[in-house]
């Protein structure tokens, strides 16, 4: 397979360093500056050292022109790429989509822990995809003008009603904009499909399952499906959306993660 570069983004640990390095995980339709607004200082901040990736096609990664021929197993050899220049292994965070590439990479690879934020459940997409066509007719126009940074008062209530909790402000959502970006159709069809994967294979790591209470495209009803596949514990932030790390409670959801890696240690 070919070898990409890859982009991260790097915020060393402050003060007393915490161990193993933390790799973040964007997820569809994001790229990796979605976690530097509030995660990577707040986690560096506390010790560890944290590393983002843009996934192939994404910010500043090589394969923007190609987007569209990336798939879920590609996303997941940059994530390997990425894991091979530590010394040790890592606890990979990922969020939604790249939950789905850390699932992958785990098929093949050891980790020192992983936490799953909003993870697409093992079912994949379809069923919210088509929940959200029928409720939500006007959802994927929406979004798609969101994408291209044309937030009309409609634009910026949909995007928080499918992907925030309320309390999120259109000042917020708007000054996110530039985190986001178009997604593969390969890899969106590898999401649609992904009851099809059959390989179970399941490293014996620690894992956090975690979502919001508020998230309208992966309910937390669905949370225990991924965590019986790795036999994970399961959090649930209160009011928190779909988009834990920048949600209006991502401190919360921050600070439930944080505990829990520090007693894996």
Known sequence: MKTRRIH??????????????LIFVHGGYATANCWDAYFLPWFSGRGFDCHALDLSGHGASEGREHLHTFGINDYAEDLAQVTRKFDVPAILIGHSMGTVVIERLLERQQA??????????????????????????????????????KYSPETLQM???VYYSPETTNENLIRFAPFFQSESRRAILDLTLLAMHLDWRRPALPVLVIGGEADALFPPAGLGLTAVRW???????????????????????????AAWIERQS
């Not at 991260?8 to 390095?21: F, Q």
């Not at 399961?234 to 959801?253: F, K, N, Y």
Request: net charge positive; no cysteine; aromatic share 4%.
């Open 159 to 161: 995007m928080r009603d």
């Open 112 to 149: 020192q822990g992983a936490v799953l934020m909003a993870p697409v459940p093992p079912t994949g997409i379809l069923g919210a995809t088509m929940k959200i066509a029928l409720s939500e007719p006007t959802f994927f126009d929406q979004q798609a003008r969101a994408i291209r940074g």
């Open 231 to 257: 036999q994970a514990e399961v959090a649930v932030v209160p009011r928190a959306g779909h988009t834990l790390m920048l949600d209006a409670h991502w401190e919360a959801a921050a600070e439930r993660i």
């Open 8 to 21: 991260t983004l790097h915020r060393p640990a402050v003060g007393a360093r915490h161990s193993p390095p």
